[in-house]
């Protein structure tokens, strides 16, 4: 979704097509509430990114990791069999 809204440093949401300013619409991302846990969210990202703490870093690493039991997905068949076997460019 990169190429349709991104967030700045201060948690708000901008569009830059139609689907994005759906999106928006649809899902309220711009609601006062959202903006402002976006924007506490980044701040806290911010610190702990130019932190040399290792608590820190392990925190930050932590969370913005996957998750160690994640399903391969590309191991993974959908049910009844792929229908695009030539894959899609």
Known sequence: ?????????K????????MG???I????LDSPVLTESRERLVGL?????D???EKAVSLLDYYLSP????PRLSKLRPP???LRPEGIE
């Open 25 to 28: 619409s649809v899902c309220q």
């Open 80 to 82: 009844g069999g792929n």
């Open 1 to 9: 979704m990169g190429e349709h809204v991104e967030v700045d440093n």
């Open 67 to 70: 998750p160690s039991n994640r």
């Open 21 to 23: 300013k759906e999106l």
């Open 51 to 53: 932190s040399e703490d």
């Open 45 to 49: 990202i911010d610190r702990l990114s």
């Open 11 to 18: 948690g708000r949401i901008h569009s830059f097509s139609d």
